[in-house]
């Protein structure tokens, strides 16, 4: 049953237990880091009254620079899931898996802060999070992390802009929330998202195009050709640098994302984390009708080997993201000559 346009992210997790009790302990934990993005919202509200976010500080568990802001929010997400049935948290800003609640049945997978490179110049940021049970293994104290994505109980993001969005799907359909901040509450907006199958929007970091591989620099020349091209249609380009504010889009509107890996040194899996980015991501956006891939292969199927391990993501309308694995198959008959990269495109007899 469809919710009202208007009613609570509590009013539709207590919807969702009844509907299967087993996402009880989900959805405790789901309250949990909506009450965490509140607060981290006020504090990006204040803006520099709020002191220098985006100092730097230590670098983190993956070799990025710390913000002041990504500090802030790591605390007060792992605050917020000590009073959650979580019992472990993989986060970007820790080196190891952290241990909260022994014997609880959740892990979380979370980066407190996407998008850090925005904090100083006003710009969105986010929270992403996947939750997962936990798989108990004395021998392998991540283990509940290398699991495929399709074990995640729920999945979500935190984007927070204009207005502060809280992005949530548990298995049954993709819902975006926002925040009251008369009430503090957190009231449905957009119901049951279906991502169209086909759209002229594309986001990119362009300026890596000198490294990516054959495929993807086919695939970007023939959308940039335009009405000229094989597409036989006009795109336009959006890049936010921050991955909810694009997947938002994404999910509103249509398109397709792409972070590929390339030829630099550390990019070879792209700069993108499968437990606490990828994979969530993927889950909304199936949940809403899309596709997400590394370009060939379902995000949803890989399982980690590591807790910080890296993925290519391409995710959007299933068209455009089917059209890709098409150039990396090969099978993408057109992609003629290639003003932009000096070569030829892919596949052209």
């Known amino acids: 049953m469809a919710m009202a346009i208007g009613s609570t992210l509590s009013e539709h997790l207590d919807a969702e237990v009844a509907r299967d009790s087993s996402l009880a302990d989900t959805a405790r934990t789901i309250l949990a880091l909506a009450a965490a993005s509140i607060d981290v919202s006020e504090i990006c509200a204040r803006g520099a009254l709020a002191g220098d976010l985006g100092a730097q500080g230590e670098t983190n568990s993956d070799g990025d620079v710390q913000k002041a802001l990504d500090v802030i929010a790591h605390k007060r997400f792992t605050e917020a ?14 080196d190891d898996v952290m241990v909260l609640n022994p014997g609880a049945p959740l892990a979380v997978a979370i980066d407190p802060l996407d998008g850090s490179s925005n904090i100083a110049v006003g710009m969105i940021v986010g929270t992403i999070f996947g939750i997962r049970p936990v798989v108990s293994d004395p021998n392998d104290p991540n283990a509940s992390f290398k699991t495929p994505g399709t074990t995640q109980t729920a999945a979500g993001f935190t984007v927070y802009g204009p207005a502060t969005t809280f992005v949530v799907t548990l298995g049954n359909g993709t819902r975006i929330f926002t925040l009251d901040r008369t009430d503090k509450v957190f009231r449905l907006t957009h119901d049951a998202l279906k991502v169209v199958a086909t759209a002229n929007e594309y986001a990119v970091n362009s300026s890596n195009g000198r490294h990516w591989d054959v495929p993807v620099k086919a695939f970007i020349e023939d959308c940039l050709r335009g009405e000229e091209g094989p597409r036989d249609r006009n795109f336009n380009m959006r890049w936010t640098a921050a991955l909810v504010a694009d997947a938002q889009r994404v999910l509103i509107r249509g398109g397709i994302f792409l972070y590929p890996g390339d030829s630099r040194k550390g990019y070879e ?3 993108l984390r499968l437990l606490y980015e990828t994979a969530p991501i993927a889950f909304v956006m199936e949940q809403a009708g899309a596709a997400a891939t590394d370009g060939q292969t379902r995000i949803m199927d890989v399982v980690a080997t590591r807790i910080h391990e890296r993925s290519p993501l391409v995710f959007g309308s299933t068209d455009e993201v089917a059209c890709v694995a098409k150039y990396y198959e090969g099978r993408q008959p057109a992609a003629g000559r290639s003003p932009l990269f000096g070569q030829r495109g892919l596949m052209r007899s």
């Open 269 to 271: 899996q792209g700069r």
């Open 81 to 94: 899931l000590q009073s959650a049935p979580v019992a472990e948290v993989a986060s970007e800003e820790a």
